[in-house]
């Protein structure tokens, strides 16, 4: 795929954001991937507040669940109220496997739910069926079909 495709990460574990980027390199080279520590600071990315004044629109959301601040949940019940932000898919990817938080992060409009796998190679595989998923099975809206304010 010639398109460049970027991730924002919202991870506030600084490690697994870490082990996420290490091994999203070794399936690709070709994502970009931008990371911030919990739920107000990917809004403030996403409405390109403060420091975040000239962010690139991600292509996929990777979002975890229990953070502080704004938790993965608040997250999603006040990104996809606004018109911008609601194409943006987002991926859910926690340590929970518990069904109600499934339930409510499909109900808040995520797009898809993994639970983080436990291993490395399960980890590696993971990270390589949602790049290959997202970046070429899926057909996600260019910012012109959306009328999209980025730009």
Same mark, same amino acid.
């Given at each position: 795929?010639?398109?460049?495709f970027?991730?924002l990460?919202? @991870?506030? $574990?600084? *490690?697994? *954001?870490?082990?996420?980027?290490?091994?999203?390199?070794?399936?690709t080279? $070709?994502?970009?991937?931008?990371?911030?520590?919990?739920?107000? $600071? *990917?809004? &403030?990315?996403l409405?390109?507040?403060?420091?975040? =004044?000239? =962010?690139?629109?991600? &292509?996929? #959301?990777?979002?975890?669940?229990?953070?502080?601040?704004?938790?993965g949940?608040?997250?999603?019940?006040? =990104?996809?109220?606004?018109a &911008?932000l609601? =194409?943006?898919?987002?991926?859910?990817?926690?340590t929970? &496997?518990?069904?109600?938080? #499934?339930?409510? *992060?499909?109900?808040?409009?995520?797009?898809?739910?993994?639970?983080?796998?436990?291993?490395?190679? @399960?980890?590696?595989?993971?990270?390589?069926? #949602?790049?290959?998923?997202?970046?070429?099975?899926?057909?996600?809206?260019?910012? $012109?079909? #959306?009328?999209?304010?980025?730009?």
């Open positions: 795929m010639s398109r460049s970027t991730v990460l919202v @991870e506030d $574990e600084l *490690a697994d *954001a870490a082990l996420f980027q290490d091994m999203l390199a070794e399936v080279q $070709e994502i970009t991937v931008y990371h911030v520590e919990h739920g107000q $600071e *990917a809004l &403030d990315y409405t390109r507040t403060g420091p975040y =004044a000239g =962010a690139i629109r991600p &292509d996929l #959301i990777v979002l975890d669940l229990n953070m502080p601040v704004l938790n949940h608040e997250f999603l019940a006040q =990104a996809k109220v606004v &911008d609601r =194409a943006i898919p987002v991926l859910v990817l926690s929970s &496997d518990h069904p109600e938080d #499934i339930h409510r *992060a499909y109900d808040g409009y995520a797009s898809g739910y993994v639970v983080k796998p436990g291993t490395y190679q @399960e980890y590696t595989q993971v990270l390589d069926t #949602i790049q290959a998923y997202w970046r070429g099975l899926v057909k996600l809206p260019s910012l $012109e079909e #959306i009328g999209s304010g980025w730009r």
